[in-house]
């Protein structure tokens, strides 16, 4: 990407104006600790995508940096919901700036994404592990009874 540098310090600067401004009025208390990092991390994203400056970013670029620039940042699971709301209110006040035409519209469409960014964002479940090994048809029944298990107890599960 060109000028990384200077999409980072200009990324860094617009969201240090936003929560300096907004302290305590819109960022809510349970997204304050990680907000920083999450709009950051969401512009940066948003930026590389196709290398142009924030200024230039458009919707596709927004909606690839919600569903898969975010994975880094750890949003506790209670405040995610919250996320694309707090990001678009972010673009609203970039153009109320004039520093993102759009930044509204593009700030609702975001906050519309609501349930693909909670579902691209899911914690995965965790696979189940067997906690001894497979009985085998052949292996001596589990039971106790001295027979092989086809033999045994393997007929009583049909």
């Given amino acids: 990407m060109q000028h990384e540098g200077w999409i980072r310090d200009t ?3 617009w969201v240090a104006d ?3 401004e907004a302290a305590g009025r819109s960022v809510d208390p349970a997204l304050r600790p990680m907000a920083d990092e ?6 940066f994203h948003a930026c590389a995508e196709r290398g142009v400056p924030p200024g ?3 919707r596709r670029d927004l909606k690839t940096a ?18 694309p709301r707090f990001i678009g209110d972010f673009l609203a006040d970039l153009e109320r700036r004039g520093r993102l035409s759009n930044g509204a519209m593009l700030g609702q469409e975001l906050a519309a994404q609501r ?4 579902a691209a964002h899911a914690e995965k479940p965790k696979p189940v592990v067997r906690p ?3 009985i085998g048809r052949n292996d001596p029944c589990p039971c106790g009874s001295g027979l092989k298990y086809k033999k045994c107890c393997m007929t009583a599960l049909d």
């Fill in 11 to 13: 990324i860094e600067m």
């Fill in 18 to 20: 936003y929560l300096e």
């Fill in 38 to 43: 999450l709009l950051v991390t969401f512009l």
């Fill in 56 to 58: 230039e970013l458009e």
């Fill in 66 to 83: 919600l569903l898969e620039g975010l994975p880094g940042v750890r949003v506790p699971e209670a405040a995610r919901p919250k996320v």
């Fill in 115 to 118: 349930d693909n960014y909670l």
């Fill in 132 to 134: 001894a090994d497979k």
